[in-house]
């Protein structure tokens, strides 16, 4: 029997919650989103004024992030340099982009944050932040 561990609401509202509370004290805004350990989707913060399309790339992030077990601009860095296209994933969910990052709990990959309508290393910045504060969370419950 294989026991997992993944990420659930009340995880997501601490990331999303983290995350925004930084975003208002810089003045910024963007979208924000959490996924399960397969990429699927928990919960999803469009701020007022973030790009439209920023809820996509936000959600896409966290998809790809938590399904490779690493960061989103991983993808897009090795595709450049070893030549290969995202489509060979086999899903157009697959992103390249930097701004997602898949949480690891206990050597498992738990689920994944990502952040969209800033640049790429501003998103991966706030998406990381919002893990701290999940792990943090995490090991003082354990």
Known sequence: MIQTIQLGDAEATLAI???????????KTASIAVGDR????????KMDGAP???VVV????????ARTG???????????KEGWDLANFGDSRYIGWEGGAAVKFQGQVVG???VSGLTGEEDLELAK????????????AL
């Open 58 to 65: 936000a959600t896409n992030k966290v998809f790809t992030s």
């Open 112 to 114: 994944a944050v990502a």
């Open 52 to 54: 439209m399309n920023s």
């Open 129 to 140: 932040l919002g893990i701290s504060a999940i792990l943090a969370n995490a090991e003082a």
């Open 17 to 27: 919650n983290t995350i925004r509370s930084e975003l208002i004290a810089r003045g």
């Open 70 to 80: 690493g960061e989103s601009g991983n993808v897009g860095r090795n595709s450049i």
């Open 38 to 45: 397969h990429g699927e989707l928990i919960a999803v913060l």
